[in-house]
């Protein structure tokens, strides 16, 4: 079947640090794999996305890459700042659905 | 820019009773779907559409219902709240075809049953 398997948080780091946030999935077929942030008592809103093997997804600073030989999309930011504290979903999409990972908060410290 | 809107925001409920979450977009998105997110999870699909007059279940369907009259709008049911309903809610939408698509969320319902 298909999943999601993301770190466990919280991650703290200080602001300028390097984030790296793990992500492996497991499915059949070739899905789509996104990266979605949830701010504090908001809904989630996508953060990057990447379709096809190899592909790179980026976008504030964010960015991950498809990698098919190790079934793994992992976030990383150079440097990371207070107003990227977040909740982070790693999801992979198949048929039209989008199957998440459990979310992985980050705090940032100044 | 409406995007996806869901009402109401919070919400308590008595054990046994029942209530509609509604849930609209204006993108003209084929497809919708209701997702639960509980404290410290991820979210899980609880019923999805892919037209009009189309539904389908998700991994968590069991004391919800759904209907899809109009494009539009895909409002869910819950017919006997339960303790175990509470979370929040989470609607979405998206325009899917052979490309993929990108999914877009509504700002979530907060449930709470008592």
């Known amino acids: 079947g298909n999943s999601v398997t993301q770190m466990e948080g919280p991650v703290t780091l200080s602001e300028e640090a390097f984030l790296t946030i793990n992500c492996t999935y497991t499915?059949?077929?070739?899905?789509?794999l996104f990266w979605y942030v949830q701010y504090p008592g908001e809904g989630l809103q996508l953060l990057l996305k990447a379709t096809k093997a190899d592909d790179k997804g980026s976008n504030k600073g964010f960015e991950a890459t498809y990698r098919k030989e190790t079934t793994s999309f992992h976030l990383e930011k150079g440097s990371v700042q207070v107003s990227d504290s977040a909740v982070y979903f790693c999801?992979?999409?198949?048929?039209?659905?989008?199957?998440f990972g459990a979310g992985t908060r980050l705090a940032v410290h100044p | 820019n409406a995007g996806v809107t869901q009402t109401p925001k919070f919400r308590i409920l008595k054990i046994g009773q029942s209530m509609t979450l509604q849930c609209t977009q204006d993108?003209?998105?084929?497809?919708m779907y209701w997702y639960r997110q509980d404290p410290g999870m991820g979210l899980k699909l609880i019923y999805y559409?892919?037209?009009?007059?189309?539904?389908d279940k998700g991994e968590v369907p069991n004391g919800y219902n759904v209907s899809r009259s109009t494009t539009e709008d895909f409002p869910l049911r819950l017919e006997l709240a339960a303790p175990s309903q509470t979370s929040v809610y989470f609607c979405?939408?998206?325009?899917?075809?052979?490309?993929?698509?990108?999914?877009?969320f509504g700002e979530g319902s907060w449930l709470t049953v008592v």
């Open positions: 999801a992979l999409q198949n048929a039209n659905k989008l199957i």
């Open positions: 979405a939408s998206s325009w899917a075809d052979r490309s993929g698509n990108t999914i877009y």
């Open positions: 559409s892919v037209g009009a007059g189309i539904t």
């Open positions: 499915a059949t077929g070739y899905p789509s």
């Open positions: 993108m003209n998105h084929n497809y």
